[in-house]
């Protein structure tokens, strides 16, 4: 369901995916090739959510511009059940299930976010980090081959969209 809030509406590249399960509010912008699956939650009522080009943010994530901009970036997967609330995610970066990002925390480019993990509010992850636990803390640098199974993801992701679509789901 995509709907304006006052003079605010979401705009929806021609090519993402948008299932009719998801509920999108307000100043919301989703790029190219990216995908909103069943049952997410994006709410741009004060402040503006926009999606980058070969997205896919998983069933029943949260994203919400509640205090600030919510910026995320190209090639980003947002696992299950996810609640965002930060200032920015970078290009080519895994939230892992069930994880939750604080206000104005800030991820890097080429990151991954471990499964159930707490990123506290103000918390920035610097590039190519792994993050991981409650609270968040850095485990190490990633390497490139795990920023090319990030790519793989998003553009797997970008497939099966493109499937659902033709399926009119």
């Known amino acids: 369901m995509i709907k304006s809030f006052g003079k605010k509406k979401p705009k929806v590249d021609p090519t993402a995916f948008v299932s009719e399960n998801a509920y999108l509010v307000g100043d919301i912008k989703i790029g190219k090739n990216s995908s909103i699956w069943p049952g997410a939650v994006l709410r741009a009522d004060r402040f503006r959510i926009q999606i980058g080009c070969n997205c896919s943010i998983q069933d029943n ?72 636990g409650v609270p968040a803390r850095m485990k190490r640098t990633i390497n490139t081959k795990e920023i090319e199974r990030i790519i793989s993801g998003a553009n797997f992701y970008v497939a099966l969209s493109r499937d659902f679509k033709k399926e009119g789901l």
């Open 61 to 132: 994530c949260v994203i919400h511009a509640g205090v600030a901009d919510v910026i995320i970036g190209d090639n980003v997967i947002v696992g299950h059940g996810s609640v965002i609330h930060c200032s920015r995610i970078g290009n080519k970066v895994l939230i892992g299930m069930n994880t939750t990002l604080g206000i104005f925390a800030e991820i890097g480019d080429d990151c991954i976010i471990g499964a159930h993990s707490m990123v506290k509010d103000r918390f920035r992850v610097p590039p190519r980090s792994l993050a991981a």
